[in-house]
């Protein structure tokens, strides 16, 4: 039986660092698209910003 415990309290230990691990991979890739595409907003600005400088 404590066997049978012990076996399960691994198992479940090895899920919660596999689900950490997974976790930590999407939040990662999370941040590089926004940034991403913050980047890409920045420089739609900059150009409507010159646009409209020059287009009052």
């Known amino acids: 039986m404590k066997e ?3 076996q399960a309290l ?4 090895r899920q919660s660092e596999a689900n950490a691990k997974l ?3 999407i939040n990662r ?3 590089e698209k926004v ?3 913050t980047k ?3 420089s ?3 150009l409507l910003e010159e646009y ?3 287009n009052p």
């Open 4 to 6: 049978t415990k012990d």
């Open 10 to 13: 691994r198992r479940s230990l």
């Open 23 to 25: 976790k930590d991979k």
């Open 29 to 31: 890739e999370l941040e």
């Open 35 to 37: 940034a991403e595409r």
């Open 40 to 42: 890409e907003l920045e």
């Open 44 to 46: 739609k600005n900059r």
């Open 52 to 54: 409209n400088k020059k």
